[in-house]
């Protein structure tokens, strides 16, 4: 039985979850770009590998926050203006790391709309790089692949799938557009990075630039979005069924993954790991999400029929182990449970 996000919330309730702050999504983005603001002016006074390494995995992971937080602006949750959500979306998180909160929407919202359907957009790394999406697989394979992201050897595929669908590319294969077109964002883009890197010339700091910010978005970023779309969607059920459903119900589709303190800091900050409630009620903001969780939580069906997976390891165990098809599948909503 499907539920509806109805019975799980009153009116009142998903009003109050739901009220977006302009105010606390800017401290969240400044905070981010204090962190590497520090990472970058410590690697430019003490220029050895020690620093550098360090700084370059600091600096990774706050750009993956930054995504967040993009990924925030494209549910319109970072102000109550549409204006305001865009530009501060765009200037302090989207541009930076090379794409658009409009160009996102476009693609994010149809995923929403059409969760693992035949058309969800999001189904564009499964197809073109199955042996990157389809679970489950062993250990080995998934570390290689985070070795392999963050490094940067072999993993043009898949940049250039993740690209593809935050640029909703398919709609310009349609002869559509996004949200005041394509070329004003790529404009905007190449005039922000073209000015860092005139001045980064001129200061004599252009390795800074491209090993300290460009390098660590297209691979350390990269393998912990990997991170995060492995525990969303994957190993919930088998290959051959996914993207097949003709009803969206998060509840059969979509994972929560309650991480430890090391986790929710370096890789899933913002709450994004409660990804379920994101998909039940999308516009509540993430500062939200975890109260959200909360409230759901005391919800007998929801509790009943959720899939809350508790700790990484426990999300590793899912991800390695058999898929059980829906038809045989004899608790398919049992919360994991593991030391995390």
Known sequence: MKARTSDLLDAESIDRFTTPSAARWLLA????????????????????????IPAAIVIGSRQNALGILTHEGTHKNAARSLYWNDLLSNWLAS???????????????????????????SRLG??????????PMTRWKILTMLMRDISGIGQAKSSVALLKYVWSTKRRSQGKTIAGGYRKHVVRIALLHGTVIAIAVATHTLPVYLLLWVFPNFTLNLALYRVRGGAEHCALAPNHLRYTRDTIDPLLTTRTVVPNPVMKVFALPHNVSYHLEHHLYPDVPFFRLR????????DAEFRERA?????????????TSEIPSPSIQSTPFAETRAAS
């Open 29 to 52: 983005a400044l905070g981010e770009w204090a962190v590497i603001a520090v990472a970058l002016a410590a690697a430019i006074r003490w220029q050895h590998w020690y620093v550098w």
């Open 126 to 135: 499964f197809d073109t790089v199955p042996e990157d999406w389809h679970f």
């Open 95 to 121: 541009y930076p790391l090379g794409v658009s909160a409009e160009g996102f929407r476009t693609a994010h919202l149809t995923h929403h709309a059409r969760l693992e359907m035949p058309d969800d957009p």
């Open 307 to 319: 899939h809350i997976t508790y700790g990484h390891r426990a999300l590793l165990r899912e991800l």
């Open 291 to 298: 109260a959200l969780h909360e409230r759901l939580m005391q």
